[in-house]
């Protein structure tokens, strides 16, 4: 009897239960999700910079920050990419330019197309024609670029080339480079420091160092299929890492590329080639620009930027369209890039924007971004397919043990052709 | 005395009543609930048996289709690609792949004997009753508790080249011995040692020449060493708990005739109460031989995945890169298959054994 008299109101429970769900659907106004990988200090911060212009320039928007740990978007693009197959899009989600944007998610139809907003913002205006070129499929941009990172750096400690006689111009060639590996090595020093526990940081040393000898155009014909991976000069790019990485600390493949960074602030390496995300180690150390670190293009690659950008997409069916396009409006805006970047250690994609705002490195990497050829990244996916990309770390893992030059290429050309870079 | 002589009659009468109501009403539901019974538990059963047949094998067979499947890109097409099995092809070819094999079976070898061989050891020490017993036996279980993620980490800084245990190697002095003798300073580089101990390459080479191709050593990758370790640590207490159960269930009679009949106490233990653990050897060497197949957060969270030259890469590993970094969902399900077929090659015939005694 007593379990007849509770029923119904059980029953009634239950439906409640099962309704509310439906009702936290039903309230889709005025918000807006934001994916990305930005988790770590500087990172997030950045983040909040670019989430407090939104809300001045659209207030009443509550914004559902979905970030999902771990370096590089590891951990986040699996999410990203089952959220997707699933029909279930966040509004706008972080991209690198290149192929990662307009093979893998462009391609397949899960984005919108942007050049009404490139129009009605005047975007062409302002933004570097090459830049724009790496976000535009079909005469339609795909994304809007909160920042821009410059991949070939190569970073120095002063002090310790200072006490070993070595000077750094404008400008440093491969052999100059390994002359003073050389040089240093005598003098007891570590030349090198590398940290490959995750494998991308040497990918990157030898992306930079491929760049190196095969220069700007040697590096469109290779991703455009025209120059082939087993090509003498890729061959002799892969001999000079070969012979960078005898340089290299010994316990490289314990150490992160962070961990590789702090090595050179501390003096116990004297190079790291790394992009300028280094930079924020650095000045985390409490170091100066110029005084105790310096910095210099790659060895062999001045007149060349490797772009390594973040930027937004709109979903396409995204539950908040019009709070999306005003997010994308925001991030293009000069604000959201003069408050974003000091924070992430970019630079701005915009041109017209005040350089005073930013430090010696930053105006240094403004400027050759504003000259330099501006190519895509392999490392970090934006000039070939996601596949190629693991095929070069599955390369450079087994290079960095056997250096074996024949079978390294030998991968790399196998793997262009999968992928279609080369027929 | 009348009164209650009828009294008791009519309370017999209607009790004989009342039980022959009480016969017919229950023989009714008898019937009525044999056939419910039939009925009733295939229906209970179905629900769970529907979601176990779509959940498990309608995805081994999507994950079969995927396999053969063009999908190499984020768009999901399931045409099945040309040549059939081309992509199996393709990873039978791959260096990557040779070096999974070869650390797999390189670490279940290696992990199976170090936790059945200390988890005996360990449960034999108990068997002798010393002081402590239960503190011992829990004590011995605890490392099962912890998740491989945590006890990745904690292994990753004991093994840690710059710190951990190398550390110790100096403070200790054992470093100074060794010099003393003229030997180098023991500083191993642990998950990150490149090196490959007992490589076969040359020997397998000439018998089979096809081999001589093989861009990776054949032998013990010595950064599984450390892994094995932190494994065979988390599950020794686990083979140990199984030990333990097994030696209950020896006679103490077969011990005492032993004895009787003039076996040391040694050969008790190595003619008459080991050979009686034998089944609960084969058990625990396919509960820890699929876990071992399996391993991923272990490897993961210690080498941050496959390390330099493949050497702690498995195939777990291997799927997750190719399918969630790579995109390439055929290669990644390729891979998953043949794990797959890995694990039945081990509980398959054990489970048809077991079901054939039944």
């Not at chain 1, 950008?309 to 991030?331: Q, V």
Request: with cysteine; hydrophobic share 45%.
């Amino acid at each position: 009897m007593k379990i007849n008299k509770c029923l119904p109101l059980t029953k009634l429970a239950t439906a409640l239960a099962l309704l509310i769900p439906f009702a936290a659907f039903a309230d889709n106004a005025k918000k807006l999700e934001v994916f990305s990988w930005w988790t770590s200090g500087g990172e997030a911060a950045a983040l909040d910079a670019l989430f407090k212009v939104y809300k001045e320039r659209t207030p009443g928007v509550e914004i559902i920050n979905a970030t999902v740990a771990g370096g590089g978007g590891s951990a986040a693009r699996p999410v990203l990419q089952t959220r997707l197959a699933g029909g279930n899009p966040p509004d706008t989600w972080q991209s690198h330019p290149g192929w990662e944007l307009l093979g893998q998610y462009v391609e397949p139809g899960y984005c919108e197309p942007l050049n009404d907003l490139y129009k009605s913002e005047n975007w062409g205006k302002v933004l570097p024609e090459q830049l724009v070129n790496l976000l535009t499929k079909d005469g339609k941009q795909w994304c809007v670029l909160a920042g821009v990172h410059r991949g070939n750096d190569l970073w120095y400690n002063k002090k310790v080339l200072d006490k070993a006689g070595i000077k750094i111009g404008d400008t440093i060639s491969i052999d100059e480079f390994l002359a003073d590996c050389a040089k240093l090595k005598a003098a007891g020093v570590t030349p090198l420091a590398v940290g490959d526990s995750g494998i991308w940081a040497t990918a990157q040393l030898f992306e930079n160092t491929l760049l190196g000898t095969v220069g700007p155009t040697g590096w469109q014909d290779l991703f455009s299929g025209k120059m082939a991976f087993d090509d003498p000069k890729v061959k002799q790019a892969a001999q000079s890492y070969a012979k960078m990485l005898e340089y290299q600390n010994s316990d490289h493949s314990a150490l992160t590329w962070d961990q590789a960074i702090k090595a050179v602030e501390e003096g116990r390496c004297a190079f790291s080639s790394m992009g300028d995300w280094a930079h924020g180690e650095f000045t985390k150390a409490n170091l100066k620009d110029n005084v105790d670190f310096g910095w210099v293009s790659h060895p062999g690659t001045k007149g060349g930027f490797i772009v390594v950008a973040d930027g937004f997409t709109l979903a396409k069916n995204a539950p908040h369209k019009a709070e999306a396009i005003a997010w994308l409006k925001s991030i293009g805006s000069k604000e959201s890039q003069e408050e974003f970047n000091p924070l992430k250690g970019s630079i701005p994609i915009r041109t017209d924007v005040d350089k005073s705002k930013f430090g010696p490195y930053h105006q240094w990497s403004m400027n050759s971004f504003s000259s330099d050829a501006l190519l895509p990244s392999c490392v970090h996916g934006e000039a070939a397919p996601a596949a190629f990309q693991q095929a070069l770390n599955d390369a450079i893992t087994q290079f960095v043990v056997d250096k074996n030059v024949d079978a390294f290429c030998s991968a790399l050309v196998q793997a262009a052709k999968e992928s279609n870079i080369a027929k | 005395m009348n009164s209650s002589t009828a009294g008791s009659t009519d309370t017999n009468s209607t009790a004989q009543i009342a039980k022959s109501r009480l016969s017919s009403i229950r023989e009714k539901p008898t019937r009525k609930r044999h056939f419910f019974d039939r009925l009733l538990s295939p229906l209970i059963l179905s629900p769970a048996m529907t979601l176990i047949v779509i959940f498990v094998y309608v995805f081994i067979a999507i994950t079969v289709w995927v396999s053969l499947s063009n999908w190499g890109t984020l768009k999901i097409d399931m045409s099945i690609r040309q040549p059939l099995g081309v992509t199996y092809q393709q990873m039978f070819m791959m260096t990557r792949w040779h070096a999974n094999l070869r650390n797999v079976f390189v670490f279940t070898v290696l992990f199976l004997t170090f936790s059945l061989a200390f988890g005996l050891l360990l449960a034999l020490l108990l068997d002798r009753k010393l002081i402590g017993y239960s503190i011992f036996r829990n004590v011995f279980l605890f490392p099962y508790a912890l998740s491989f993620i945590v006890t990745g980490v904690a292994w990753r800084w004991i093994f840690n080249p710059e710190k951990g245990v190398n550390v110790l190697f100096d403070t200790l002095g054992i470093n100074k011995l060794i010099a003393a003798f003229g030997g180098p300073p023991l500083h191993p580089g642990w998950v990150t040692d490149t090196s490959v101990l007992f490589s076969l390459n040359t020997w397998l080479g000439t018998m089979f020449p096809p081999l001589k191709s093989l861009s990776i050593q054949l032998g013990i990758p010595m950064a599984l060493i450390p892994v094995v370790i932190a494994a065979g640590w988390q599950l020794t207490g686990f083979a140990m708990s199984m030990y333990i159960a097994g030696l209950a269930t020896v006679p103490h009679e077969l011990r005492e005739a032993a004895r009787i009949d003039g076996a040391s106490e040694l050969q008790v233990y190595t003619k008459v109460v080991i050979p009686q653990l034998n089944p609960v050897t084969v058990s625990t060497a396919i509960i820890l031989g699929h876990v071992s197949l399996k391993i991923f957060d272990l490897i993961f969270a210690m080498a941050g995945g496959a390390g330099p030259g493949f050497v702690t890469d498995v195939p777990g590993i291997f799927v997750f890169d190719y399918t969630f970094k790579a995109t390439r969902y055929n290669l990644g399900a390729a891979a998953s298959v043949i794990m797959l077929l890995l694990v039945c090659l081990i509980i398959v015939p054990y489970l048809w054994t077991n079901l054939r005694k039944r």
